[in-house]
């Protein structure tokens, strides 16, 4: 890898990254439980569109993929009047520990409150809590 500069896109900038992405949702949350990718492809197809309540940010550094989080509507059927939600967050096990993830947490976060939303949810497993807690 020649570019080691890390920056965070939103995915519609950098559309080469949607195989990617959708593989590593797929596999991390939905595959787990029976769902097939396209289920995350259709999803993923939704934040791309102009004016679309969604977004997927990707971290990169060049061509090579870092991780991504997206900004939803919803994350729990049983709260569905909470919104929106940084979701999917993700990073890649070689960039782990170097404070990407925060960085792409905090950036989704922005993008959501900058939509006008007075608060911005997530949801995490118990093991996961200290880090976003970290983030405020």
Do not use: Q
């Not at 990254?17 to 797929?26: E, L, N």
């Not at 999917?88 to 960039?95: E, K, R, Y």
């Amino acid at each position: 890898m020649t570019d080691r500069t890390i920056v965070v896109s939103d995915l519609r900038d950098a559309p080469h990254f949607f195989g990617t992405v959708a593989d590593r949702i797929w596999r991390s949350w939905w595959e787990p439980r029976g769902f097939p990718l396209s289920h995350i492809t259709g999803l993923l197809e939704e934040s791309l569109a102009d004016g679309a309540e969604s977004l997927c940010l990707v971290a990169h550094a060049g061509d090579r993929f870092v991780g991504t989080a997206s900004v939803i509507a919803s994350d729990l059927e049983e709260r569905p009047n909470l919104t929106p939600w940084v979701a999917a967050v993700w990073v890649d096990p070689p960039f782990r520990g170097l404070g990407i993830g925060g960085d792409i947490v905090l950036k989704a976060a922005c993008a959501a409150l900058d939509t006008g939303a007075g608060a911005v949810h997530l949801c995490a497993l118990p093991g996961k809590r200290a880090f976003y807690e970290r983030l405020g």
